[in-house]
């Protein structure tokens, strides 16, 4: 039978892993948090990165969110940044999202850091989960870290997005970033 070789090799373990994983994952999840910021999505500027109305008095206001916790491939490192802009514009495109934050809610240049809930799904670790994007931690933000870890490891065993070994990502988004400013000031732009 076709099927005892799959059951007998690599196969089986690796999903028993998964399913170890998947496990895991479930079981460190939390409720969705009581407090919040109930925002309505306008636009999607990357894979970890949204525009956001409704944020403050006047509704009508615009305002940038970063996805906390996470890093994902610029939009020029091909085929990963354009596909973790498309997942996330798939799942927040006109829908409404509860933004919670952390120790430090905002960055250097002023955007929202949030840990985006939508339907009781944390978008940041369904985003690393997927392989769309990996762990990068913030401190002194850490309420997820250990959970974005769990999801990070699951979409490397899984060879997942990012992970996948036939197309893996090679420099990690700060670093690809980093050498394109390196081309700019090298070209004196």
């Not at 999202?97 to 952390?102: A, H, M, R």
């Not at 065993?157 to 400013?181: D, H, I, K, T, Y």
Request: a positive charge; proline letters at 6%.
């Amino acid at each position: 039978m076709k099927h005892s070789n799959w059951i007998a090799g690599k196969p089986l373990k690796l999903f028993l892993l998964s399913v170890a994983l998947f496990m895991l994952l479930t079981a460190c999840q939390s409720m969705v948090p009581s407090q919040g910021l109930t925002v309505a999505v306008k636009g999607i500027m990357s894979g970890r990165e949204f525009e956001v109305e409704g944020t403050t008095a006047a509704p009508d206001v615009t305002e940038r969110i970063r996805l906390e916790g996470i890093d994902v491939p610029d939009v020029r490192q091909q085929p990963w940044g354009e596909a973790a802009k498309a997942q996330l514009e798939q799942q927040l495109r006109n829908q409404t999202v509860l933004l919670e934050t952390d120790a430090e809610p905002r960055d250097a240049i002023g955007r929202r850091l949030a840990y985006v809930w939508q339907n009781g799904v944390l978008l940041n670790e369904m985003m690393v989960a997927k392989g769309y994007a990996i762990v990068t931690p913030h401190l002194p933000n850490s309420k997820y870290d250990q959970r974005l870890l769990h999801a990070q490891e699951y979409a490397r065993v899984l060879g997942l997005g990012v992970w996948n070994p036939a197309q893996p990502l090679r420099v990690s988004p700060a670093e690809f970033r980093s050498q394109r400013r390196q081309e700019r000031v090298g070209r004196g732009e």
